[in-house]
């Protein structure tokens, strides 16, 4: 069974930049494409990118342009560089298999404040 932990979370001022990193238990990380979700107060859970196992990447609408996804498959290890950031990114962000299979994580918070 693959375990997830995200980390890297925090305040933030808006503009600032994070970077989080969720690191998976297991071989078959690699073999899967991978993504990261996010929750708002209130909102369903949305995914905001995604990378395929040869790296192909895709991004929501919001964050397109502020968001990279990365990953390390020899580290089982996928991370979100966020710059730019707005309240509106004010979060708890996940990790997860795409689609999602995998048993959710803690998350992160991530809160975008002034």
């Known amino acids: 069974q693959v375990q997830l932990v995200e980390s890297g979370g925090g305040l933030v001022q808006p503009g600032g930049s994070l970077r989080l990193s969720c690191a998976a238990s297991?071989?078959?990380?690699?073999?899967?494409?991978m993504g990261w979700y996010r929750q708002a107060p209130g909102k369903q859970r949305e995914v905001v990118a995604g990378?395929?196992?040869?790296?192909?990447?895709s991004y929501g609408d919001s964050v397109k342009g502020r968001f990279t996804i990365s990953r390390d498959n020899a580290k089982n290890t996928v991370y979100l560089q966020m710059n730019s950031l707005k309240p509106e990114d004010t979060a708890v962000y996940y990790c997860?298999?795409?689609?999602?299979?995998?048993?959710w994580g803690q998350g992160t918070q991530v809160t975008v404040s002034s």
């Open positions: 990378i395929g196992s040869g790296g192909s990447t």
């Open positions: 297991g071989s078959i990380f690699s073999i899967y494409p």
């Open positions: 997860n298999a795409v689609p999602a299979w995998a048993s």
